[in-house]
């Protein structure tokens, strides 16, 4: 056989390897992928009232004062709103 012909062939039997074979990798890779985007939950962030910055909200230390719940990034944070509210009332 002519070395033309064994490279055709064998370009030929790569390109519908591919095409027999490559979608079914693709497949269960995309199956996966949708799983596992499933599995990740996200979380709502709240503001604290004293030093203004974000926590994710399952992060967040909370406070109940007058039956409303405060989120707050740290416990200084929280002892410093209750202990502020508490002198204004």
């Known amino acids: 056989m002519n070395p033309l012909r064994i ?5 030929l039997f790569f390109i519908l390897y591919k095409l027999l074979f490559g979608r ?3 497949k269960q890779v995309g199956g996966s992928s949708a799983k596992s985007q499933q ?6 962030l709240v ?4 030093c203004h910055s974000y ?3 399952k992060q967040a230390i909370q406070a109940i004062k007058d039956g409303e719940t405060y989120y707050f990034c ?8 209750l202990d502020e ?5």
């Open 7 to 11: 490279f055709i062939l064998a370009v």
């Open 39 to 44: 599995a990740v939950t996200q979380d709502t």
């Open 74 to 81: 740290s416990e200084k944070c929280c002892k410093t709103y």
């Open 85 to 89: 509210q508490g002198e204004e009332t």
């Open 47 to 50: 503001e604290d009232p004293v």
């Open 55 to 57: 926590v994710p909200k």
């Open 24 to 26: 079914r990798k693709r």
